[in-house]
Nanobody, 120 residues
Framework: QVRVVESGGGSVQAGGSLTLSCRPTGDFFSVLTMAWHRQAPGKQRELVASINTRRSANYADSVRGRFTISRDNAKNAVSLELNSLKPEDPAVYYC??????????????WGKGTQVTVSS
């Protein structure tokens, strides 16, 4: 089955940096748009950044200029570089991938989430 696997979460001092990585595993035809979302305690899940197959990126206003999303199409992998981390950035970060399966139907997949903690 197709799974989305995340890595790179951890605890960082305010102003520090962290890199999250994600890739789908299993059998599928191709990977389409990929993205990172996050959910902080007491808040709804929100889009952080997305990137399509042409590597055109979209960012939330709160992270634009600080975070960078990129993808390696050969590896079907996406990364999120979190720079200049602020106390309001802590959350569980979830990787998202829209995948075209071998039957050519598109389906959304989510990772289990990885915790990012920022100390002030």
């Amino acid at each position: 089955q197709v799974r989305v696997v995340e890595s790179g979460g951890g605890s960082v001092q305010a102003g520090g940096s962290l890199t999250l990585s994600c890739r789908p595993t299993g059998d599928f035809f191709s990977v389409l748009t990929m993205a990172w979302h996050r959910q902080a305690p007491g808040k709804q899940r929100e889009l952080v950044a997305s990137i399509n197959t042409r590597r055109s990126a979209n960012y939330a206003d709160s992270v634009r200029g600080r975070f960078t999303i990129s993808r390696d199409n050969a590896k079907n992998a996406v990364s999120l570089e979190l720079n200049s981390l602020k106390p309001e950035d802590p959350a569980v970060y979830y990787c998202y991938a829209r995948i075209k399966n071998n039957d050519y139907k598109k389906k959304d997949y989510w990772g289990k989430g990885t915790q990012v903690t920022v100390s002030s």
